[in-house]
């Protein structure tokens, strides 16, 4: 099932992740939860975000068929981290949704349809037929939120990330 | 649809977010850098016409078409992206060099191996024009994450473009 195009779609996808993972290296507890934005949201939900709603829901339920119980049923659950909750569990939630989405990833062909094909998608006006599509569009997910993670870790500590 | 359209249809939907995130910005709000680094929308928009030019003509074909411009000797190339150039001639320069990557992916196939080279040190090697586009389309999509920020800190707009 490897091919040398699914082997650079996984590295990309994987330079992104670990982009992600890099940019928020170092913030304190207090940092990842600090709201930077007038919309309001942190690191930490982006993150969670990026677990339920990029890495779980594409991978897990769309490619692998999962049930689709297992997201928060209030409005932007995704993105709300319970205070009690230490930041590290998110970050482990993070890696883990990455290493299931892998094993799916690495057993399925890029030209394999959708276990589930979700009726949100026609009205986003977007179709995902195969693996590949589904590839991409989390690896655009996952680069245009290292892209606010990199603006938004600027503005908490000045830190910056070597510009693409 | 074939994989090169699929590849293409996500980069034209990074670009048009870009444009989308940009546009309604006035002159001021431009120029303006909203990060302590430095770079403003427009800076960050010109670099992108200049990746664009960079990786599908200097890179996959070995050779680009002129600058429109000629160098600037006070810019630092190791400085936040910013521009003195007018606003329209920025915007005409990147929907230009858009168009000019267009051709390029029109005249060659994907598995085609670059004909030029990259100037810095890469993680991976580029391998074929495959592996450019899908640069591009990571390299638009994490500025279009810049310009989001950029954007909502300026008038509070989120959410703009396909994506």
């Known amino acids: ?164 | 649809m074939t994989d090169d359209h699929q590849l293409r249809h996500f980069l034209d939907a990074q670009r048009a977010s870009v444009l989308a995130i940009l546009d309604g910005l006035d002159e001021s709000a431009l120029r303006t850098p909203v990060v302590p680094s430095g770079w403003t929308p427009l800076g960050l928009l010109e670099h992108l016409g200049g990746a664009e030019r960079h990786w599908f003509q200097h890179v996959a074909t070995g050779t680009a078409d002129p600058a429109p411009w000629p160098p600037d000797p006070s810019e630092d190339p190791d400085g936040p992206f910013t521009t003195n150039r007018p606003t329209a001639a920025v915007f005409d320069f990147y929907r230009k060099q858009c168009a000019r990557s267009n051709t390029v992916l029109d005249e060659m196939p994907l598995s085609t191996p670059p004909r030029g080279r990259h100037n810095q040190p890469m993680d991976e090697p580029v391998t074929d024009l495959r592996w450019i586009v899908l640069h591009m389309i990571e390299e638009t999509a994490r500025h279009a994450g810049h310009l989001d920020l950029a954007r909502e800190l300026l008038d509070g707009r989120t959410g703009l473009g396909p994506r």
């Open chain 1, 1 to 164: 099932m490897a091919t040398a195009e699914k082997e650079l779609l996984q590295r990309r996808l994987a330079g992104q992740r670990e982009h992600v993972l890099g940019i928020l290296d170092g913030l304190s507890d207090e940092q990842l939860r600090r709201p930077v934005l007038p919309s309001g949201w942190h690191c930490l939900g982006l993150l969670q975000h990026l677990a339920l709603s990029d890495e779980h829901y594409w991978f897990r339920c769309v490619v692998g068929g999962e049930p689709l119980d297992y997201f928060p049923s209030e409005p932007n659950g995704d993105w709300i981290v319970d205070p009690g909750r230490p930041a590290s569990d998110v970050l482990e939630q993070y890696r883990d949704e990455i290493a299931h989405a892998d094993a799916i990833i690495a057993a399925t062909d890029l030209e394999a349809p959708p276990a589930y094909t979700d009726p949100q998608w026609a009205q986003w006006g977007m179709s995902f037929p195969d693996l590949r599509t589904i590839m991409l569009h989390v690896l655009v997910e996952t680069s245009v939120h290292a892209g606010h993670l990199d603006a938004v870790r600027e503005l908490i500590d000045g830190r910056q990330w070597i510009v693409l």
